[in-house]
Nanobody
Framework: QVQLVESGGGSVQAGESLRLSCAAS????????MAWFRQAPGKNRECVAV????????EYLQSVKGRFTISRDNEKDTVFLQMTDLKPEDTAVYFC??????????????WGQGTQVTVSS
């Protein structure tokens, strides 16, 4: 059974940083692309960042480029999202997901339960 468990969310002020983690189990982590999505109230879910199995390829939502960094540790079966210079519009529930293709438009069959990020101005 595949499990993805996010952690690291919280409430911060604009301009501050957070680091999200997602621990995976029940799959061969190093074979899979990983992604971070977010969904704000009343808005569609959007893909924030993706990373290939070997970390060679990453892709970001335009609005987070230069502020967010996705990384992974295949020894620890964990993917991270370092978020800096957070803005109120980054407020959302953040989900990690796992799939075969490192693309923001790909389908991801496995999902975590999400972690809330709230940024106040």
């Amino acid at each position: 059974q595949v499990q993805l468990v996010e952690s690291g969310g919280g409430s911060v002020q604009a301009g501050e940083s957070l680091r999200l983690s997602c621990a995976a189990s029940g799959l061969t982590f190093s074979d899979n692309a990983m992604a971070w999505f977010r969904q704000a109230p009343g808005k569609n879910r959007e893909c924030v960042a993706v990373i290939s199995w070997n970390s060679v390829y990453t892709e970001y939502l335009q609005s987070v480029k230069g502020r967010f960094t996705i990384s992974r540790d295949n020894e620890k079966d964990t993917v991270f999202l370092q978020m800096t210079d957070l803005k109120p519009e980054d407020t959302a529930v953040y989900f990690c997901a796992s799939g075969r293709t490192p693309s923001r438009s790909a389908r991801y069959p496995y999902w975590g339960q999400g972690t809330q990020v709230t940024v106040s101005s």
